[in-house]
């Protein structure tokens, strides 16, 4: 709850702050401008316009910085990152508010407009920033008084563990880890022993990370262990966890990983974010409006493609079905049905070419991808996207892993309507094709981008246009 309100605190003064700075700079251009005395300038607070855009212009700045990920991990934030992130929103804001109102006004001289831009930049940059700088040195504080921290749970207790350990406990800067206990990786009693709790062994990390609240995991392992390496970070990859990795020497002179610098060890990060906060946000509000227009724009083919599926065999007119979404947490997908009732009274199954529990204008839908229309419902309410790895049900995923750990990389993001494996690959017919595909997802996760989502829906409408669907 403190840290939610520490946001909610961050984002009011960030209201307050741009507020100063839009009645500063409206006071400097009707004294600088307009000749307005300082004395008869309060007369000009009356104005109908001016009181609309000093509670509108700071809303539409809280947007933008929420839009950009400011308010996300308040305690975690570099301060030098945010400053340069800050001047960067600042510049784009101040151009955009400078088009969109101040070239509107009448100014009888032209060249005031560079000092327009620059008196409405300047002020958002100092007085917004001033007010970031003070609020996150205040965070820092409350992390070095320990009056917020991060649970955070150590995997291995040898040496290396060991060593981790106390170099913490001698740097006097302190960065709001909270050490809770470590997990044993084998049956030997550790040396970390004396100092943590030994909270069990990784066959319970589901509930030893439930039960102490744990946000961030630390592995450290000796070299001769890194065969388990893998084994770890599948158990981890679906948690909500920051998980960083003690590197060997190699590691980091190659620098071929992010390293963190925590109390002074090198530390890989993990999991860092997939993309950039602000392109998984604009990705979210790129999902909302597409999925929404879809829905209104294309509400006469929705309504003939169910008249169709109704009259083309007995049964509903949507199938739902369970898959499993971001995170590993199950949802009903929503589709057109494409197969005659009880296609499955003896088990799942995949299709097959000329699948005979497929009807006549089921195999016409799916080589136009037409059964995945009603997926946009999917789309709004936050469970799909509209790119991203196409969701599996549990009894494939089930025999998937055990050939394919690296699956669970899939379940980071949310799953698609279309994905890079749908449009080079296709539909796949068995769990080995289904292996085949997950090249394609892995190799969009590591390279995850609003252009490469662009790029995936361009390919899309082209293979519905030729009728390639697999």
Not at 370 to 393: A, K, T
Not at 432 to 453: A, V
């Amino acid at each position: 709850m403190r840290r939610f309100g520490t946001r909610i605190w961050y984002a009011v003064g960030d209201y307050m702050a741009t507020t100063m700075s839009w009645l500063v700079f409206f006071s400097f251009r009707k004294i600088h401008f307009e000749n307005v005395n300082f004395k008869y300038l309060s007369s000009s607070f009356k104005d109908p316009n001016f009181l609309k855009g000093i509670i509108l212009i700071p809303l539409l700045w809280c947007i933008a910085f929420t839009i950009f990920g400011f308010y996300k991990d308040i305690y975690r934030k570099s301060r030098m990152k945010e400053l340069i992130n800050t001047l960067i929103v600042i510049l784009l804001g101040s151009l955009f508010l400078f088009f969109s109102l101040i070239t509107d006004d009448i100014i009888k001289d032209y060249s005031n407009l560079s000092t327009s831009f620059l008196m409405l930049m300047s002020t958002h940059v100092f007085i917004v920033i001033s007010y970031r700088m003070l609020f996150l040195g205040f965070c820092k504080k409350q992390l070095e008084n320990s009056k917020v921290s991060f649970n955070t749970l150590i995997i291995g207790g040898n040496q290396k563990a060991l060593e981790l350990y106390e170099e913490i406990q001698e740097k006097s800067n302190y960065l709001g880890n909270n050490y809770v206990g470590f997990v044993q990786i084998n049956g030997n009693k550790t040396p970390l022993d004396k100092y943590l709790s030994n909270l069990g062994k990784l066959n319970a990390i589901d509930e030893i990370l439930k039960k102490h609240n744990i946000e961030e995991v630390i592995i450290a392992i000796e070299s001769s262990e890194h065969a388990l390496l893998n084994e770890i970070i599948y158990e981890l990859v679906n948690k909500k966890l920051f998980i960083k990795i003690i590197p060997d020497i190699y590691d980091i002179v190659t620098g071929a990983v992010k390293v963190s610098n925590v109390f002074g060890t090198a530390l890989i990060e993990v999991f860092p974010d997939l993309i950039p906060q602000w392109q998984k946000n604009f990705k979210r509000i790129i999902d909302i409006i597409g999925s929404a227009s879809f829905l209104l724009l294309f509400s006469p083919l929705y309504i003939y493609i169910a008249l169709r599926v109704k009259f083309s065999s007995p049964g509903p007119i949507f199938y739902l079905q369970e898959r499993v979404g971001v995170h590993n947490k199950p949802f009903k997908i929503i589709k057109f049905r494409s197969m005659r009732i009880n296609a499955e009274k003896a088990g799942p199954a995949l299709t097959q070419d000329n699948d005979p529990r497929i009807t006549a204008w089921g195999n016409t839908m799916r080589k136009l991808r037409l059964d995945e229309l009603p997926q946009f419902f999917n789309v709004l309410i936050g469970q799909m996207s509209i790119v991203g790895p196409r969701p599996e049900r549990q009894f494939f995923i089930d025999q998937i892993l055990p050939r394919a750990p690296h699956y669970k990389y899939l379940q980071k993001v949310r799953p698609g309507i279309t994905s890079l494996g749908q449009v080079k690959y296709g539909y796949a017919d068995n769990v080995d094709q289904m292996i085949k595909r997950l090249k394609y997802d892995i190799l969009y996760i590591e390279n995850m981008s609003l252009g490469l989502d662009l790029k995936i829906l361009f390919f899309t409408v082209f293979t519905v246009i030729k009728g390639k669907g697999k």
